[in-house]
């Protein structure tokens, strides 16, 4: 369902990617493990052209775009096939929660005002947001903001929701929550690739773990494979220091 060949991308003269390759299949859920700077949440942008690679090619569901050759057109088609959930949440401050779930399918998937109330008001019920549909930004929690974050992307009905680091800008005490609805759409068979710090997480919920270090994916596997018996001397290293 989403196929990437040698995606290359560069920072001035920093190489962050060095040629990455993935095929991930429809229902799967990836984590994307790795220490910092290590190019996962690159390796993210670069899956929806928020980044543009350099080289390669992308592919989501029936889109695939040559990098290289990549217009503004191509660029936009790709990104439509899936949604964000980012670290800091993106909400609109001056719009209400219902507002900020409407505003992508009124805006970019062209939905009358009434077909976009129905489903925003679903999605944030899935989310347990149901009774703060009139409140602003503000007057909710980072675990709450984060889940109109979540709403907002599954509304959108993408073939992949592409997580960001969901749970690292929150107290503790708030990553729970974030955490079980993320864990519950998982179920429901929705593809997913999510970039996390929370180890136990992604034992939990991963298909498929990928452990990236240096631009390029080290390792890859079940998260039995990944966590019980790691191949690699830099994933074992990893997983000892966070742990
Ligand atoms: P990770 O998500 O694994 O922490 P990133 O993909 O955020 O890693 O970053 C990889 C490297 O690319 C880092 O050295 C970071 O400083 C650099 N980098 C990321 N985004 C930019 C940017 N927009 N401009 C310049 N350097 C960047």
Redesign the pocket.
């Known amino acids: 369902m989403i196929i990437l060949k040698e995606i290359k991308k560069s ?2 003269k ?1 190489q ?1 990617l060095q040629g990455i390759n993935l095929r991930i299949d429809r229902g799967e859920v990836v984590t994307i493990l ?10 993210l ?1 670069c899956l929806n052209f928020l ?1 543009k690679p350099e080289k390669g090619i992308v592919q989501i569901g029936n889109i695939q775009v040559n990098a290289e050759k990549a217009t503004k057109k191509d660029m936009l088609s790709i990104r439509k096939q899936s949604a964000m959930v980012f670290q800091h949440y993106n909400l609109f401050a001056h719009k209400t929660v219902l507002e900020n779930v409407m505003e992508g399918l009124i805006v970019a998937k062209k939905m009358k005002k009434k077909d976009a109330r129905n489903i925003s008001e679903r999605v944030l019920e899935k989310v347990g947001l149901a009774d703060k549909l009139q409140h602003y930004p503000s007057q909710l929690s980072g675990g709450q903001q984060q889940r109109v974050g979540i709403a907002r992307a599954l509304a959108l009905n993408p073939e992949v929701i592409l997580f960001d ?1 969901p749970t690292s800008a929150l107290d503790p005490e708030l990553v729970g929550e974030v955490l079980s609805v993320i864990k519950e759409i998982a179920r429901e068979g929705i593809t997913m690739v999510v ?1 996390t710090h929370e180890m136990s997480f992604a034992k939990e919920v991963s298909d498929r773990v990928l452990f ?1 270090d240096g ?1 390029v994916i080290v390792e890859e596997g079940t998260p039995l494979e990944i966590f019980n018996a790691p191949k690699e001397d830099r994933t074992r290293r990893f997983l000892q220091r966070v742990s």
């Open positions: 920072f001035n920093l962050v790795g220490p910092s700077g290590s190019g996962k949440t690159t390796l942008r980044e680091e970039v990236m631009g």
